[in-house]
């Protein structure tokens, strides 16, 4: 039906998509040692949610996001990094240009996908960076990053559950 509904859509159209993650507690940290053995044994790990700076027992929902649609997605455990889960959502495609935040930070990554599938990646930089981004560049993607991080922060409110 998502297939459907993004051909409906026109979305395989646009080349650009936005990637990003958000996090899925499934228990408080703190309560964590001792829920683990009862919820999601085995599937949720820890990890941590570096912009929101917390660490986290759950999952992580990973997804591109195009003309306000998410176009493709992945739930994984919270342990892996961004940059683990890229090759599982750009599978499909070729020719694209992706914005992400910083943690997409990979110069092999880069690399990886310009070379094997024409994926132009742009993420925010650090600021110890020795290359920066263009200041309109960054204006564009802090605007957009902050669009997507407030619909993130919708679905991850949505996908918690409610006392933990």
Not at 21 to 48: H, L, M, T, W
Not at 119 to 126: E, F, Q, S, V, W
Request: aromatic share 10%; with cysteine; hydrophobic share 35%.
């Amino acid at each position: 039906m998502r297939k459907v509904l993004l051909q409906y859509l026109e979305t395989y159209l646009d080349n650009y998509r936005i990637i990003n993650s958000i996090p899925i507690p499934v228990s408080r940290y703190c309560r964590a040692k001792r829920n683990q053995v009862k919820i999601f044994a085995g599937e949720a790990d820890f990890g941590a949610c570096e912009s929101k700076e917390e660490k986290l027992y759950g999952f992580k929902f990973h997804f591109l996001y195009s003309l306000g649609i998410p176009t493709d997605f992945t739930i994984a455990p919270a342990k892996y990094h961004d940059v683990k889960l890229v090759w599982d959502l750009v599978d499909p495609y070729q020719n694209l240009i992706l914005i992400g935040d910083k943690g997409y930070i990979s110069q092999s990554l880069e690399k990886e996908l310009r070379e094997l599938r024409n994926i132009l990646l742009i993420t925010a930089k650090r600021e110890n960076q020795k290359v920066q981004n263009p200041g309109k560049l960054d204006h564009l993607i802090r605007k957009t990053r902050r669009i997507i991080e407030t619909v993130g922060s919708k679905w991850s409110a949505n996908l918690t559950s409610p006392g933990i």
